[in-house]
């Protein structure tokens, strides 16, 4: 089992930025991959971003292209979103999640942290 928590999320103006952290635990030895994905209100949940967790790979979403940056800590077992030039478009749930070595899907998800842009 692994679990996810994240964090970090708030409520910004448009153009501010934040940095939403997902710390994990339990049995991470496993994973290949972390991610984040998003869910606006009434729309279907989509993937913002992810990063390989040995090598740091990481790609993003296009829309979100030069405004947000993945990481990792391989360490403290922590991944990060840094956002900026926040849009009101980007106001959604963030959920982080993670893929073990083997697997076709993301396997683990955290309960997720809210983020609203005000215009």
């Known amino acids: 089992q692994v679990q996810l928590v994240e964090s970090g999320g708030g409520l910004v103006q448009a153009g501010g930025s934040l940095r939403l952290s997902c710390a994990a635990s339990?049995?991470?030895?496993?994973?290949?991959?972390m991610a984040w994905f998003r869910q606006a209100p009434g729309k279907e949940r989509e993937f913002v971003a992810s990063i390989t967790w040995t090598d740091g790979v990481s790609r993003i979403a296009d829309p979100d292209e030069g405004r947000f940056t993945i990481s990792r800590d391989k360490a403290k077992k922590m991944m990060y979103l840094q956002t900026k030039s926040l849009k009101p478009e980007d106001t959604a749930i963030y959920y982080c999640a993670t893929r073990l070595r083997g697997s076709r899907t993301y396997d683990y998800w955290g309960q997720g942290t809210q983020v609203i842009v005000s215009s």
């Open positions: 339990g049995r991470t030895f496993s994973t290949y991959s």
